[in-house]
């Protein structure tokens, strides 16, 4: 899912953060495909892979932006950049209706964690 992020990111040169809402559905078929049951543990696995996912994918695009910049591979970035580094990158290029996608994705995971078939 990260690899897919980063890819869609770089082609459309933005956050894309309504790939959060994606990282959900992905997650919660995996977790339903695996046999977890409906419940506080499959609500918790959703919520922490998806901001698992979230935060390596804006790494990495982070890396990739300042490593193209540098003369640098995204992989040597990837562990030269900090954490301010790539929030203050991530903040300047999200817009303002993009932070909505994040509570829709929370959502998300709460109705494929908590409710569904047992």
Aim: aromatic share 12%.
């Amino acid at each position: 899912m990260t690899g897919i992020w980063v890819s869609t990111s770089l082609w459309l040169d933005s956050a894309c953060l309504w790939m959060t809402m994606l990282a959900v559905v992905d997650i919660a078929l995996i977790l339903r495909f695996t046999g977890v049951d409906v419940g506080w543990p499959k609500f918790v696995g959703i919520l922490s892979g998806t901001v698992m996912t979230a935060w390596l994918s804006q790494w990495l695009i982070a890396a990739n932006a300042f490593g193209l910049a540098m003369g640098l591979l995204p992989t040597d970035a990837a562990q030269m950049v900090g954490s301010v580094l790539v929030m203050e990158f991530t903040r300047l290029r999200i817009s303002e209706t993009e932070f909505l996608y994040p509570a829709i994705a929370m959502l998300l995971a709460w109705f494929f964690g908590l409710h569904g078939r047992k």
